[in-house]
């Protein structure tokens, strides 16, 4: 059989959000499998640089439809990692608005399976963030569409690069004092990268079982103070947390400076969702999927040392 045919038998797989944080770790490992990989992008020209030789990458904005029908044209199974935070005064209109028509066009183009990365949070809780809501309600669109929906939720993502570990990092490089709202106090469960893709990889493979929200994170449930100290710890800085009860304009601000103007509307919203609880409630992803997170301080050290490479 010519390389032609046995390449065209094989499953072919969007992955939306390559050119992010997630998608682009997950992109390698992708790579490597016996599928067809296809990248959507606002900007293809920028992505074909950082894709292997045989990965396509087309255009495509969750925000048009056609662009989506092109994108998801023989499709089997598509990654859903986009959020339209950085550049969206009303994000979680736009964001449910680009859920279903990503959920549409799924549905017509005869897509089996969609995977997607959300947030940890109680659906129950009146104060969950904007954010974090947002994450939800996605998340239920696509499953509305009746394509098959594997909704992982997790909280913040351990690894170099990831913004919500940058935030903490350069937080705690350079404040010797940290003034810290109550929040710090909130009780989480981050989670490493290489468990991330991990469950990610798993739920390509997994037969088929019907729409399922699964919340991933490490065994250790830990405070964001919790996680500052033991980043310092590991980096053998010595660090104060001093703490109030709000995080007033000019600490929120004094927090954001620290970050990219190119980060900063994300950063305002996941600075918002610290004050919820986002930890895993119940034993789903564990009892569905062969994978088991590593100890939140194992996952610093390989992100400091990951970090550390990166420089
Ligand atoms: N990082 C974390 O700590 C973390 C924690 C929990 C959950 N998550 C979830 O994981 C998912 C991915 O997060 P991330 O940190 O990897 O995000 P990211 O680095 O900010 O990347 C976001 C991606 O969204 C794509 N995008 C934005 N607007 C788009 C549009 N109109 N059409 C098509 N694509 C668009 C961008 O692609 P182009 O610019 O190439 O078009 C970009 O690659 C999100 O759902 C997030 O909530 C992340």
Redesign the pocket.
């Known amino acids: 059989m010519s390389d032609l045919t046995e390449s065209s038998k094989r499953p072919t797989v969007l992955l939306?959000?390559?050119?992010?944080?997630?998608?682009g770790r997950l992109l390698p490992f992708l790579e490597q499998q016996s599928i067809r990989v296809r990248c959507?992008?606002?900007?293809p020209d920028k992505?074909r640089q950082s894709v292997g030789q045989s990965t396509q990458v087309v255009a495509?904005?969750?925000?048009d439809r056609d662009s989506l029908m092109r994108a998801l044209e023989g499709v089997q199974t598509a990654y859903y990692?986009?959020?339209?935070m950085?550049n969206a005064r009303d994000f979680e209109e736009q964001d449910r608005q680009?859920a279903r028509c990503f959920g549409e066009a799924a549905k017509q183009t005869g897509v089996q399976r969609i995977i997607?990365?959300?947030?940890l949070g109680d659906d129950g809780d009146p104060k969950l963030s904007p954010h974090l809501r947002s994450?939800h309600e996605v998340g239920e669109i696509l499953r509305q569409s009746s394509v098959e929906t594997i909704e992982f939720r997790?909280?913040?993502?351990v690894g170099a690069g990831?913004?919500?570990?940058q935030l903490m990092k350069s937080l705690t490089d350079r404040l010797p004092v940290m003034i810290c709202p109550r929040w710090l106090t909130t009780p989480t469960q981050a989670i490493a990268i290489q468990d991330v893709l991990d469950y990610l990889l798993a739920a390509k493979d997994s037969p088929q079982c019907g729409s399922g929200v699964y919340e991933i994170g490490s065994p250790d449930v830990v405070t964001y103070g919790g996680l500052i100290r033991e980043y310092a710890r590991q980096r053998g800085l010595r660090r104060h947390l001093v703490f109030v009860p709000i995080l007033t304009p000019y600490l929120s601000g004094l927090w954001l400076a620290l970050v990219t103007p190119a980060e900063y509307e994300?950063g305002r919203h996941l600075i918002e969702g610290l004050k919820n609880p986002t930890v895993v409630r119940n034993s789903n992803a564990m009892e569905t999927f062969p994978v088991r997170p590593i100890g939140v301080s194992e996952a610093i050290g390989r992100a400091i040392a990951e970090s550390q490479l990166a420089t």
């Open positions: 939306t959000g390559a050119s992010g944080y997630v998608g959507m992008t606002r900007n992505l495509g904005d969750v925000q990692f986009v959020h339209l950085s680009a997607y990365l959300g947030g994450r997790a909280g913040m993502v990831s913004l919500s570990f994300v």
